[in-house]
Each structure stands twice: as C-alpha cells, then as structure tokens.
C-alpha cells in the first residue's frame, strides 16, 4: 500500500479519503487477536463461534478511511442538534405525537445514541438518529483485533484501551441520576426471545462486564418480568435497572405492561427510554430539524441553523396532498417508516413500485428524505472484487462522541447479511498539513 498524500484542503481531503477507501483492498481483520479477545471475555470460543461462524457477516475484514475535518464537522452537527433538542419548545413539538410513555421525564438520559452518516461530496450528512444503537460493545472489541494498514503507510496507529469501562461509567451515571448514590445490584438487558436475536453476542458481553462490576444481570424475554409489590422482578431477583433493547419504543405492547408500570412508577431504571426515542429517534423530528422556518419559529440560532440545515438529509413527513409531487421526485428520494428503525419497511424512491408508494401515502407515517448516496469501499471477497457501501455511526451519550465506527454493506440499505459485509474499524487521518499524519483508531 503506497503512503497517503499530504492532505491540504478539506475539499482535497473529501476526494482523497474517498480514492483511498474505493481503492485500499487489503484484509485487516486478525482473526487470532479477535479469539483472543473474546477469550477473554468469556473464558471459551463460544462467543468466536457465535460472531465469526454463525454470523460470518458480522465483523467486515477491511478498515475505513475517514479524514479528521470529516469527524470534526459530524461532532459539529451532533452539537447543534443537541442544543435544539434541549430546547423546551422543541421538546413541546415532537411530543405532541409521541406515545403516552414518553411524556414521562426520567432523569437518565438513555445510553448509546447512534448518529448514522453518509458521506457526501459537500461534507458528512446525517441520515437519522438512533436512540437504542447496538453494536458499540461489539465495535470495542473489533478495534483492539483490527491490524491495520497503517504500517505500511507509515503512519502511527492507536487506540483507546478501556472502552468497557467507559460503557460501564455510563450505566452507572444513568443509575445515579435516578438513585443517588445506592449501590446497582441487578440489570436485565430486554429485548424479545433473546436467543433469536442477531445481537445476542453483544448481550452475552454485556452480561459479562456488569457482571465483573459486581452487578447480578440476567438476558430476558420482556414476558419474564413482572410488577408486584413496588418493584419489577425477574423470577424471585427484584430488578434495578434495565438495559432496554426492545425495538417497541414507547413500550405500548400490552406484553410489555409490568415493564411499562414499572417504569412510570419509577419502581425501575430504563435506559433508553420512551423519552429518549420520542426526542431523538422518530424521524419526524428530521423534518423540523432540516426546516429553516421551524428552527426560526423555535428560536435556534443563525449559526446553529446553517449546521443543521448543511449537515442533516432534508427530510420532509409524507401527506397525502404531496403524493404527486413526491412521484414524480421520488429518485431522488429515500422512504422510511417514522417509527422504524433499521432498514425495515424503507424503500429507495428509485426503485420503489406504484404499489408500495400507494401503500406509503395511506399509511401517513412516513418520511420522504433526500437521497443522499452512501461512499463506496473495495474489497476483496473470496477472490472476487467487491464494491461495498459504507456509512458512519458516532455513538453518542449526553452530547459527547464515545465512539466512531464502520458499516459495510451491499444492496439499498444497512445490513449484515452479504459478502464483504459488517462493523469495520474506522482509520481517523490528520488533514491538518503540519506534516506528521497520525492515526487513531476511532474510539474517543
């Protein structure tokens, strides 16, 4: 691989980040240190086995390329949409279509807020926010595995060594908002059936480190849990707090009653929480977010407007009156489902039928946004040359950047089931000009 260019304008810089993730091709994923990380983790190849032979699309065997004034300017746009979202007349709009649940005001503020990115020509360009990011755990362990091409290119590689206690400090702040100073004794991570989730790798790791902290934590079915006498329980362990990994955002399913009673009780910690979702995540928030008059009416500054609007994929909320309008522009157009989350029930305008925009219209709970093309990263997979997606995810607690990372992927939208696909570790190079170009594997 040769030595990367000097790097002199963030314009230059654009074009040359995208050359070298278009052309870079080498393998980089060290499957002994990932053995050995996960060893240590849990004692056994169980986990290897789960991430690397049963979900063989999980980790992407290849390194991004991403420049620092790139980075700078996503943490730029996450900063000015935190302000807004602070704002107590926006918090007023957005819940006034959120779910009863998120009219509660706890006081954790909710882990892991996933800021996805495509980047653009004209600069990274949010595509949506995720109030319930997984993966963050997983991308931990990727980058201490990951052997970069950095050598080679002469450039100095590092990295951040104690991720998990960062995530654990996090969990606790989110306890002791709640409770003071009381010891955490129990967690449950919830999510539906859990043996049958992708993420359950990620779940068994998160067992294990709070465990290690000394913290009794069990994986569990929300239909395991149960509200009786001033606490919620999971058989005979009264639960402290729960790491919430349903995808049932305001908790409305009736299944999910003790967990829900529980939590507007206070009788539990829930983190994420509805609030959390209904201030973040619904991507009908983008439409204010990427409207110039809505963010005047709010009372957000000239500066803070011209950052959202530059760096956010205008969105607007799909209505029936607009159906012709949003036709006949829909190449140029992304469909995705309010309250969704993933790549489920989206649908890009240049490929979607008349049929499936039919039903869109009807349904009145989507969103139409700009369709903002994701880079592209070579790869070769068993022996063939492979042209991947990839887009960008800034994890994100209480406005501060934990970690940068990677997804590769095939087809329209985000995912972990093709060739060459999956979390890759992020190369951060300096395009500052003053000569020295360091690396940082982008857990910051």
Request: glycine share 6%; aromatic share 8%; charged share 25%.
């Amino acid at each position: 691989m040769t030595p990367l260019p000097q790097v002199a304008t963030e314009h230059e810089s654009t074009q040359l980040i995208d050359q070298r993730n278009a052309e870079c091709r080498y393998l980089s994923l060290d499957r002994d240190a990932m053995r050995k990380a996960l060893r240590q983790q849990l004692d056994d190849d169980l986990l290897y086995r789960m991430l690397i032979e049963e979900r063989p699309h999980q980790f992407a065997e290849a390194l991004v390329v991403v420049a620092e004034s790139n980075i700078r300017s996503q943490r730029d746009i996450i900063t000015a949409i935190e302000s807004v979202i602070a704002m107590p007349a926006y918090q007023q709009r957005v819940l006034a279509y959120a779910p009863g649940a998120a009219q509660f005001i706890p006081k954790a503020h909710g882990v892991f807020f996933g800021y996805d990115f495509h980047l653009s020509p004209k600069g990274p360009q949010l595509i949506e926010i995720n109030s319930n990011a997984g993966g963050a755990l997983l991308n931990a362990i990727l980058i201490r595995a990951q052997t970069a091409c950095c050598d080679s290119a002469g450039l100095n590689a590092s990295a951040v060594q104690n991720p998990e206690q960062a995530f654990m400090a996090m969990f606790l702040e989110e306890w002791q908002s709640e409770r003071g100073q009381r010891p955490l004794h129990s967690i449950a991570i919830v999510d539906e059936n859990p043996p049958t989730q992708f993420m359950l790798p990620e779940f068994l790791l998160f067992k294990k480190l709070f465990e290690q902290n000394n913290i009794n934590t069990v994986i569990c079915d929300p239909s395991e849990l149960d509200y009786r006498d001033g606490a919620l329980w999971h058989g005979d362990m009264p639960i402290d707090l729960v790491y919430n990994r349903l995808t049932d955002f305001g908790l409305e399913a009736g299944a999910l009653k003790p967990l829900r009673e529980a939590y507007l009780a206070e009788a539990v910690v829930v983190t994420p929480h509805p609030r959390a979702h209904a201030l973040y995540a619904d991507k009908r928030n983008l439409a204010i977010l990427t409207d110039e008059t809505a963010l005047r009416e709010l009372g957000v500054a000239v500066e803070t407007r011209a950052l959202l609007l530059g760096g956010i994929a205008h969105t607007d909320c799909v209505h029936k009156e607009d159906a012709e309008a949003l036709w006949a522009a829909r190449k140029h157009l992304f469909f995705k489902p309010a309250k969704g989350y993933g790549s489920k029930a989206a649908y890009r305008g240049d490929g979607v039928t008349k049929r499936v925009f039919g039903e869109i219209v009807l349904q009145g709970n989507y969103v139409a946004q700009a369709l903002v093309r994701p880079t592209e990263r070579q790869l070769k997979v068993e022996n063939e040359m492979v042209d991947l997606k990839l887009d960008l995810r800034q994890y994100v607690y209480r406005a501060q950047a934990q970690l940068t990372s990677a997804r590769l992927y095939q087809g329209q939208t985000t995912n972990f089931r093709t060739p060459g696909s999956g979390f890759a570790g992020v190369v951060v190079i300096s395009d500052d000009g003053k000569g020295d170009r360091s690396v940082a594997l982008a857990l910051t």
